[in-house]
Protein backbone atom coordinates (compact mmCIF):
# COMPACT_ATOMS: atom_id res chain seq x y z
CA UNK A 1 0.00 0.00 0.00
CA UNK A 2 2.78 2.18 0.69
CA UNK A 3 4.01 2.30 -2.91
CA UNK A 4 0.32 3.56 -4.36
CA UNK A 5 0.24 6.18 -6.40
CA UNK A 6 -1.40 9.26 -5.16
CA UNK A 7 -3.01 10.02 -8.37
CA UNK A 8 -3.27 7.50 -11.31
CA UNK A 9 -0.68 6.25 -14.06
CA UNK A 10 -1.81 7.95 -17.83
CA UNK A 11 -2.21 6.06 -21.02
CA UNK A 12 0.03 8.22 -22.97
CA UNK A 13 1.23 11.36 -22.05
CA UNK A 14 4.18 13.34 -20.31
CA UNK A 15 4.96 13.07 -16.37
CA UNK A 16 6.87 16.15 -14.84
CA UNK A 17 8.87 14.87 -11.73
CA UNK A 18 10.77 16.17 -9.10
CA UNK A 19 9.10 19.93 -9.61
CA UNK A 20 10.11 22.36 -6.65
CA UNK A 21 6.98 22.07 -3.80
CA UNK A 22 4.69 24.64 -5.24
CA UNK A 23 6.02 25.55 -8.69
CA UNK A 24 3.38 23.04 -10.75
CA UNK A 25 1.51 25.89 -11.18
CA UNK A 26 4.07 27.72 -12.91
CA UNK A 27 4.90 24.58 -14.73
CA UNK A 28 1.43 24.39 -15.60
CA UNK A 29 1.40 27.97 -17.27
CA UNK A 30 4.58 26.79 -19.12
CA UNK A 31 3.07 23.95 -20.95
CA UNK A 32 -0.25 25.68 -21.88
CA UNK A 33 -2.75 23.28 -21.82
CA UNK A 34 -5.49 23.11 -23.81
CA UNK A 35 -9.14 23.26 -22.50
CA UNK A 36 -9.51 19.76 -23.26
CA UNK A 37 -6.18 18.45 -22.26
CA UNK A 38 -6.52 16.23 -19.24
CA UNK A 39 -4.23 17.05 -16.63
CA UNK A 40 -3.18 16.00 -13.23
CA UNK A 41 -1.28 17.99 -10.02
CA UNK A 42 0.57 17.06 -6.81
CA UNK A 43 1.68 19.72 -4.90
CA UNK A 44 3.87 18.88 -2.03
CA UNK A 45 4.10 15.13 -2.30
CA UNK A 46 6.80 13.64 -0.04
CA UNK A 47 10.53 12.88 -2.12
CA UNK A 48 13.37 11.39 -0.70
CA UNK A 49 15.35 13.39 -2.65
CA UNK A 50 14.11 16.94 -2.04
CA UNK A 51 11.92 16.31 1.09
CA UNK A 52 8.74 17.40 -0.65
CA UNK A 53 8.26 17.35 -4.56
CA UNK A 54 5.15 18.34 -7.45
CA UNK A 55 4.39 16.38 -9.70
CA UNK A 56 2.87 17.33 -13.37
CA UNK A 57 0.90 14.87 -15.52
CA UNK A 58 -0.70 15.90 -18.86
CA UNK A 59 -2.55 13.08 -20.94
CA UNK A 60 -1.79 12.17 -24.82
CA UNK A 61 0.84 15.27 -25.07
CA UNK A 62 4.43 15.21 -25.27
CA UNK A 63 6.25 18.57 -24.64
CA UNK A 64 8.18 20.62 -26.93
CA UNK A 65 12.08 21.35 -26.61
CA UNK A 66 11.25 24.68 -26.23
CA UNK A 67 8.65 23.49 -23.12
CA UNK A 68 11.35 21.56 -21.28
CA UNK A 69 14.26 24.32 -21.70
CA UNK A 70 11.40 26.35 -19.91
CA UNK A 71 10.60 24.26 -17.58
CA UNK A 72 14.15 24.12 -16.76
CA UNK A 73 14.36 27.50 -15.69
CA UNK A 74 12.57 26.99 -12.69
CA UNK A 75 12.26 23.49 -11.63
CA UNK A 76 16.37 22.34 -12.81
CA UNK A 77 15.79 18.99 -11.22
CA UNK A 78 12.90 18.09 -12.97
CA UNK A 79 12.89 14.95 -14.47
CA UNK A 80 10.41 14.27 -17.70
CA UNK A 81 8.79 10.91 -18.03
CA UNK A 82 7.58 9.93 -21.49
CA UNK A 83 4.44 7.59 -20.92
CA UNK A 84 2.62 5.40 -23.87
CA UNK A 85 0.50 2.41 -23.54
CA UNK A 86 1.08 2.98 -19.80
CA UNK A 87 4.73 2.27 -20.12
CA UNK A 88 7.58 4.48 -19.40
CA UNK A 89 9.08 5.05 -23.02
CA UNK A 90 11.89 7.44 -22.02
CA UNK A 91 13.03 9.08 -18.85
CA UNK A 92 15.22 12.20 -18.81
CA UNK A 93 16.14 15.02 -16.45
CA UNK A 94 15.44 18.48 -17.87
CA UNK A 95 18.78 20.00 -19.00
CA UNK A 96 18.96 23.92 -19.54
CA UNK A 97 20.92 24.94 -22.70
CA UNK A 98 24.06 27.54 -22.63
CA UNK A 99 22.01 30.34 -24.08
CA UNK A 100 18.14 30.41 -24.31
CA UNK A 101 16.95 32.81 -27.35
CA UNK A 102 13.73 34.13 -27.20
CA UNK A 103 12.14 32.39 -24.27
CA UNK A 104 12.12 34.60 -21.13
CA UNK A 105 11.67 38.63 -20.99
CA UNK A 106 14.60 40.43 -19.25
CA UNK A 107 13.35 41.86 -16.43
CA UNK A 108 15.42 44.90 -16.43
CA UNK A 109 12.82 47.34 -17.59
CA UNK A 110 15.94 49.42 -19.51
CA UNK A 111 17.34 46.44 -21.03
CA UNK A 112 16.68 47.70 -24.78
CA UNK A 113 14.91 44.24 -25.66
CA UNK A 114 12.20 45.59 -23.64
CA UNK A 115 11.80 48.75 -25.70
CA UNK A 116 12.76 47.35 -29.80
CA UNK A 117 11.10 44.92 -31.03
CA UNK A 118 13.69 42.42 -31.14
CA UNK A 119 14.50 38.67 -29.88
CA UNK A 120 16.00 38.24 -26.34
CA UNK A 121 18.91 36.13 -25.67
CA UNK A 122 20.38 34.47 -22.13
CA UNK A 123 23.69 33.34 -21.58
CA UNK A 124 23.23 30.57 -18.75
CA UNK A 125 25.73 31.36 -16.07
CA UNK A 126 24.73 28.65 -13.61
CA UNK A 127 22.59 25.44 -14.32
CA UNK A 128 21.23 24.50 -10.57
CA UNK A 129 20.17 26.82 -9.29
CA UNK A 130 19.82 28.49 -12.33
CA UNK A 131 21.72 31.96 -13.22
CA UNK A 132 21.35 33.92 -16.33
CA UNK A 133 22.93 36.83 -17.85
CA UNK A 134 21.30 39.66 -20.42
CA UNK A 135 23.55 39.15 -23.37
CA UNK A 136 22.15 43.00 -23.84
CA UNK A 137 21.60 44.93 -20.82
CA UNK A 138 24.41 42.25 -18.65
CA UNK A 139 22.31 41.59 -15.72
CA UNK A 140 21.90 38.36 -14.20
CA UNK A 141 19.09 36.87 -13.28
CA UNK A 142 17.31 34.38 -11.55
CA UNK A 143 16.03 31.56 -13.95
CA UNK A 144 11.99 31.92 -11.95
CA UNK A 145 12.81 35.73 -12.00
CA UNK A 146 12.06 35.96 -15.63
CA UNK A 147 8.76 36.03 -17.34
CA UNK A 148 8.39 33.89 -19.83
CA UNK A 149 7.37 34.97 -23.31
CA UNK A 150 3.57 33.42 -24.33
CA UNK A 151 3.69 33.91 -27.87
CA UNK B 1 34.06 43.00 -36.65
CA UNK B 2 35.34 44.30 -33.53
CA UNK B 3 33.36 46.67 -31.83
CA UNK B 4 34.60 48.42 -27.82
CA UNK B 5 30.54 47.49 -26.20
CA UNK B 6 32.06 46.14 -22.71
CA UNK B 7 34.64 45.96 -20.67
CA UNK B 8 33.69 42.08 -20.17
CA UNK B 9 34.46 41.58 -23.79
CA UNK B 10 38.36 42.57 -23.34
CA UNK B 11 40.95 40.80 -22.06
CA UNK B 12 44.02 42.29 -20.39
CA UNK B 13 46.53 42.09 -23.53
CA UNK B 14 43.55 44.06 -25.31
CA UNK B 15 43.41 46.83 -22.65
CA UNK B 16 46.91 46.95 -22.35
CA UNK B 17 47.32 47.75 -26.02
CA UNK B 18 45.34 50.29 -26.10
CA UNK B 19 47.26 51.89 -23.02
CA UNK B 20 50.13 51.59 -24.99
CA UNK B 21 48.64 53.07 -27.80
CA UNK B 22 47.28 56.15 -26.50
CA UNK B 23 50.85 56.53 -24.69
CA UNK B 24 52.29 56.22 -28.00
CA UNK B 25 49.89 58.70 -29.19
CA UNK B 26 50.27 61.52 -26.61
CA UNK B 27 54.06 61.73 -26.95
CA UNK B 28 54.02 61.48 -30.81
CA UNK B 29 55.54 58.71 -31.44
CA UNK B 30 52.04 57.43 -33.24
CA UNK B 31 50.04 59.42 -35.43
CA UNK B 32 47.55 57.57 -37.22
CA UNK B 33 46.18 59.64 -40.26
CA UNK B 34 42.08 58.47 -40.43
CA UNK B 35 41.79 61.58 -42.73
CA UNK B 36 39.47 59.70 -45.17
CA UNK B 37 37.29 58.12 -42.04
CA UNK B 38 34.14 59.69 -40.89
CA UNK B 39 32.69 58.98 -37.36
CA UNK B 40 29.08 59.26 -36.74
CA UNK B 41 28.17 60.03 -32.97
CA UNK B 42 24.87 59.39 -31.96
CA UNK B 43 24.10 60.46 -28.97
CA UNK B 44 20.49 59.86 -27.98
CA UNK B 45 20.62 60.97 -24.42
CA UNK B 46 22.70 64.45 -23.83
CA UNK B 47 26.15 64.24 -23.09
CA UNK B 48 28.94 67.04 -22.96
CA UNK B 49 32.28 65.61 -21.69
CA UNK B 50 31.90 62.26 -23.51
CA UNK B 51 30.64 63.97 -27.02
CA UNK B 52 33.56 66.61 -27.22
CA UNK B 53 35.99 64.45 -26.10
CA UNK B 54 35.15 61.77 -29.08
CA UNK B 55 34.70 64.90 -31.66
CA UNK B 56 38.49 66.11 -30.75
CA UNK B 57 39.98 62.70 -30.53
CA UNK B 58 38.42 61.88 -33.85
CA UNK B 59 39.41 64.83 -35.41
CA UNK B 60 42.81 65.21 -33.81
CA UNK B 61 43.39 62.14 -36.24
CA UNK B 62 42.26 64.33 -39.29
CA UNK B 63 38.85 62.52 -39.32
CA UNK B 64 35.33 64.40 -40.14
CA UNK B 65 32.39 63.81 -37.59
CA UNK B 66 28.46 63.55 -38.11
CA UNK B 67 26.37 63.81 -35.05
CA UNK B 68 23.49 63.40 -34.04
CA UNK B 69 22.47 65.12 -30.18
CA UNK B 70 19.62 63.86 -28.23
CA UNK B 71 16.09 62.88 -30.42
CA UNK B 72 14.38 66.31 -30.78
CA UNK B 73 13.07 66.37 -34.21
CA UNK B 74 14.90 63.25 -35.33
CA UNK B 75 13.34 60.10 -37.09
CA UNK B 76 13.46 58.81 -33.50
CA UNK B 77 11.16 61.39 -32.62
CA UNK B 78 9.02 60.19 -35.32
CA UNK B 79 8.76 56.49 -34.38
CA UNK B 80 11.57 55.03 -36.70
CA UNK B 81 13.11 51.68 -34.68
CA UNK B 82 16.35 52.16 -33.24
CA UNK B 83 17.72 49.00 -36.14
CA UNK B 84 16.67 51.59 -38.87
CA UNK B 85 18.03 54.76 -37.50
CA UNK B 86 21.42 53.03 -37.46
CA UNK B 87 21.14 50.83 -40.42
CA UNK B 88 20.86 54.36 -42.22
CA UNK B 89 24.10 55.92 -40.12
CA UNK B 90 25.79 52.58 -41.27
CA UNK B 91 25.52 53.79 -45.02
CA UNK B 92 27.24 57.11 -43.71
CA UNK B 93 30.23 56.40 -41.60
CA UNK B 94 32.95 54.37 -40.79
CA UNK B 95 31.88 54.03 -37.23
CA UNK B 96 29.62 54.11 -34.99
CA UNK B 97 29.97 55.96 -31.33
CA UNK B 98 26.43 55.68 -29.66
CA UNK B 99 25.62 57.28 -26.16
CA UNK B 100 22.12 55.04 -25.41
CA UNK B 101 19.65 55.32 -22.42
CA UNK B 102 18.68 51.70 -22.79
CA UNK B 103 20.69 49.23 -21.43
CA UNK B 104 22.33 46.69 -24.43
CA UNK B 105 21.65 49.47 -27.22
CA UNK B 106 25.19 49.58 -28.10
CA UNK B 107 25.22 45.44 -28.33
CA UNK B 108 21.86 45.61 -30.44
CA UNK B 109 23.14 48.39 -32.63
CA UNK B 110 26.93 46.13 -33.14
CA UNK B 111 24.33 43.46 -34.39
CA UNK B 112 22.53 45.35 -36.93
CA UNK B 113 25.67 47.58 -39.11
CA UNK B 114 28.65 46.23 -40.52
CA UNK B 115 31.09 48.48 -39.01
CA UNK B 116 32.63 49.13 -36.05
CA UNK B 117 30.37 50.55 -32.77
CA UNK B 118 32.08 52.04 -29.71
CA UNK B 119 29.89 51.90 -26.72
CA UNK B 120 29.86 56.08 -25.38
CA UNK B 121 27.56 54.37 -22.35
CA UNK B 122 24.18 52.43 -22.31
CA UNK B 123 21.95 53.50 -19.55
CA UNK B 124 23.29 52.11 -16.02
CA UNK B 125 25.40 49.51 -17.60
CA UNK B 126 28.71 50.01 -19.40
CA UNK B 127 31.00 52.92 -20.39
CA UNK B 128 34.19 51.12 -21.39
CA UNK B 129 36.21 54.08 -22.85
CA UNK B 130 35.43 55.84 -19.70
CA UNK B 131 37.25 53.01 -17.76
CA UNK B 132 40.02 52.62 -20.73
CA UNK B 133 40.89 56.20 -19.93
CA UNK B 134 40.11 55.87 -16.36
CA UNK B 135 43.28 52.91 -16.26
CA UNK B 136 45.18 54.96 -18.98
CA UNK B 137 45.44 57.69 -15.71
CA UNK B 138 45.89 55.17 -13.89
CA UNK B 139 48.83 53.75 -15.16
CA UNK B 140 50.32 57.06 -15.73
CA UNK B 141 50.08 58.40 -12.60
CA UNK B 142 50.87 54.61 -10.82
CA UNK B 143 53.69 53.66 -13.47
CA UNK B 144 51.36 50.36 -12.36
CA UNK B 145 48.08 49.19 -12.98
CA UNK B 146 48.98 46.12 -10.36
CA UNK B 147 48.57 45.06 -7.00
CA UNK B 148 46.97 49.03 -6.27
CA UNK B 149 44.25 49.85 -3.50
CA UNK B 150 41.48 51.61 -5.03
CA UNK B 151 38.70 52.86 -3.25
CA UNK B 152 35.17 53.64 -5.19
CA UNK B 153 33.35 56.52 -3.84
CA UNK B 154 29.75 58.14 -4.15
CA UNK B 155 27.20 56.26 -6.40
CA UNK B 156 28.41 53.01 -6.97
CA UNK B 157 24.81 51.63 -7.39
CA UNK B 158 23.97 53.22 -11.05
CA UNK B 159 27.02 54.64 -11.74
CA UNK B 160 28.14 52.98 -14.91
CA UNK B 161 31.50 53.98 -14.69
CA UNK B 162 32.48 52.50 -11.68
CA UNK B 163 30.89 49.26 -13.03
CA UNK B 164 32.86 49.38 -15.99
CA UNK B 165 36.19 50.02 -14.17
CA UNK B 166 35.96 47.39 -11.46
CA UNK B 167 35.64 44.55 -14.83
CA UNK B 168 38.41 46.94 -16.16
CA UNK B 169 40.58 45.98 -13.29
CA UNK B 170 39.66 42.89 -12.75
CA UNK B 171 42.77 41.34 -14.63
CA UNK B 172 45.32 43.43 -11.99
CA UNK B 173 44.47 42.20 -8.85
CA UNK B 174 43.62 45.00 -6.93
CA UNK B 175 42.28 45.41 -3.23
CA UNK B 176 38.77 47.73 -3.62
CA UNK B 177 36.69 49.47 -0.99
CA UNK B 178 33.39 50.83 -1.94
CA UNK B 179 32.24 53.49 0.09
CA UNK B 180 28.89 54.52 -0.55
CA UNK B 181 25.95 54.91 1.54
CA UNK B 182 23.56 51.84 1.78
CA UNK B 183 21.06 53.20 -0.33
CA UNK B 184 23.24 53.66 -3.59
CA UNK B 185 25.78 50.46 -2.48
CA UNK B 186 27.51 48.59 -5.72
CA UNK B 187 25.08 46.11 -6.83
CA UNK B 188 25.16 42.23 -5.24
CA UNK B 189 25.26 41.20 -9.08
CA UNK B 190 28.54 42.66 -9.35
CA UNK B 191 29.87 41.28 -6.04
CA UNK B 192 28.89 38.15 -6.68
CA UNK B 193 30.68 38.14 -10.06
CA UNK B 194 33.67 39.39 -8.02
CA UNK B 195 33.27 36.76 -5.94
CA UNK B 196 33.32 34.61 -8.73
CA UNK B 197 36.92 36.25 -9.95
CA UNK B 198 38.43 35.76 -6.40
CA UNK B 199 38.58 39.31 -6.03
CA UNK B 200 39.60 41.19 -2.60
CA UNK B 201 37.03 43.82 -1.80
CA UNK B 202 35.60 45.85 1.17
CA UNK B 203 32.23 47.03 0.84
CA UNK B 204 31.95 49.91 3.61
CA UNK B 205 30.17 53.16 4.58
CA UNK B 206 33.12 55.54 6.04
CA UNK B 207 36.06 56.33 3.92
CA UNK B 208 38.91 58.12 6.78
CA UNK B 209 39.96 55.38 7.95
CA UNK B 210 41.46 53.67 4.89
CA UNK B 211 42.48 56.96 2.64
CA UNK B 212 46.09 56.63 4.22
CA UNK B 213 46.40 53.48 2.48
CA UNK B 214 44.90 54.34 -0.84
CA UNK B 215 46.73 54.45 -4.04
CA UNK B 216 43.48 55.75 -6.21
CA UNK B 217 40.21 57.40 -4.66
CA UNK B 218 37.99 57.35 -7.54
CA UNK B 219 34.87 59.94 -6.66
CA UNK B 220 31.57 60.08 -8.60
CA UNK B 221 28.54 62.10 -8.88
CA UNK B 222 25.29 60.89 -7.02
CA UNK B 223 23.23 61.78 -10.35
CA UNK B 224 19.94 63.32 -9.87
CA UNK B 225 18.81 61.99 -12.72
CA UNK B 226 19.10 58.06 -11.95
CA UNK B 227 16.60 59.18 -9.13
CA UNK B 228 12.51 58.43 -9.13
CA UNK B 229 11.98 59.83 -6.08
CA UNK B 230 13.57 63.25 -5.56
CA UNK B 231 13.16 63.05 -2.05
CA UNK B 232 15.70 59.83 -1.87
CA UNK B 233 18.30 62.32 -3.94
CA UNK B 234 17.88 65.37 -1.01
CA UNK B 235 18.40 62.72 1.66
CA UNK B 236 21.63 61.43 0.05
CA UNK B 237 23.08 63.78 -2.51
CA UNK B 238 25.78 65.45 -0.06
CA UNK B 239 26.97 61.93 1.74
CA UNK B 240 30.31 62.04 0.63
CA UNK B 241 31.95 65.49 0.25
CA UNK B 242 36.05 65.19 -0.46
CA UNK B 243 37.48 68.06 1.39
CA UNK B 244 41.42 69.15 1.46
CA UNK B 245 41.44 68.66 4.88
CA UNK B 246 40.46 64.83 4.58
CA UNK B 247 43.54 64.14 2.54
CA UNK B 248 46.36 65.41 5.20
CA UNK B 249 47.51 61.87 5.66
CA UNK B 250 47.95 60.31 2.17
CA UNK B 251 50.61 58.27 -0.10
CA UNK B 252 53.30 60.22 -2.53
CA UNK B 253 51.48 58.36 -5.21
CA UNK B 254 47.82 59.05 -4.45
CA UNK B 255 45.60 60.29 -7.19
CA UNK B 256 41.78 61.27 -6.92
CA UNK B 257 39.98 60.70 -10.02
CA UNK B 258 36.69 61.58 -11.18
CA UNK B 259 34.66 61.20 -14.41
CA UNK B 260 33.43 64.57 -14.36
CA UNK B 261 31.21 66.64 -13.79
CA UNK B 262 31.19 67.20 -10.61
CA UNK B 263 28.68 68.76 -8.45
CA UNK B 264 30.00 68.93 -5.30
CA UNK B 265 31.42 65.32 -4.08
CA UNK B 266 34.99 67.03 -4.12
CA UNK B 267 35.30 70.07 -2.89
CA UNK B 268 37.31 73.01 -4.78
CA UNK B 269 40.10 73.41 -2.03
CA UNK B 270 40.94 69.95 -3.15
CA UNK B 271 41.94 70.88 -6.75
CA UNK B 272 45.22 72.50 -6.14
CA UNK B 273 46.45 69.41 -4.18
CA UNK B 274 49.47 67.39 -5.91
CA UNK B 275 46.22 64.39 -5.47
CA UNK B 276 44.02 65.99 -8.18
CA UNK B 277 43.86 64.52 -11.11
CA UNK B 278 40.74 64.95 -12.32
CA UNK B 279 41.31 67.28 -15.05
CA UNK B 280 44.39 65.78 -16.53
CA UNK B 281 42.41 62.38 -15.93
CA UNK B 282 39.85 64.45 -19.11
CA UNK B 283 42.34 64.97 -21.37
CA UNK B 284 43.87 61.81 -21.66
CA UNK B 285 40.03 60.42 -22.13
CA UNK B 286 41.04 62.27 -25.65
CA UNK B 287 44.47 60.16 -26.41
CA UNK B 288 42.85 56.98 -24.81
CA UNK B 289 39.74 57.30 -28.02
CA UNK B 290 41.96 58.28 -30.60
CA UNK B 291 43.93 55.04 -29.95
CA UNK B 292 40.47 53.10 -29.61
CA UNK B 293 39.16 54.89 -32.94
CA UNK B 294 42.37 53.91 -34.41
CA UNK B 295 42.68 50.43 -33.70
CA UNK B 296 38.72 49.82 -34.69
CA UNK B 297 38.73 51.47 -37.85
CA UNK B 298 42.14 49.71 -38.91
CA UNK B 299 39.56 46.73 -39.36
CA UNK B 300 38.24 48.31 -42.69
Known amino acids: MDKKLKVDPIREGTVIDHIPANKALQVLSIIKAAQDDVVTVGINFASHKFGRKDIVKIEGRELSQKDINSIALIAPDATVIIIRDFQVINKYPVQIPDTLNGLARCANPRCITNHEEMMTRFRVQQKNPVRLRCHYCERVFDGDELELVTA | ?300
Open chain 2, 1 to 300: MEHLISMRDLDTRRINALIKRAGDIESGREKPDMSNRVMGALFFEPSTRTQLSFDTAMKRLGGKVITMSGTKGTSVEKGESLADTVKIINQYADIIVVRHYNEGAARYISEQVDIPVVNAGDGANQHPTQSLLDLYSIQKTQNTLNNLRIALVGDLKYGRTVHSLVYALAGYNPVFYFVAPEALAMPQYILDDLDNMGMTYEVRETLEEIIPQLDIMYVTRIQRERFADPEEYEKVKNAFIIRAAHLTEVKENFRILHPLPRVNEIHTDVDTLPGAYYFQQAGNGVYMRQAILTTLLEQL
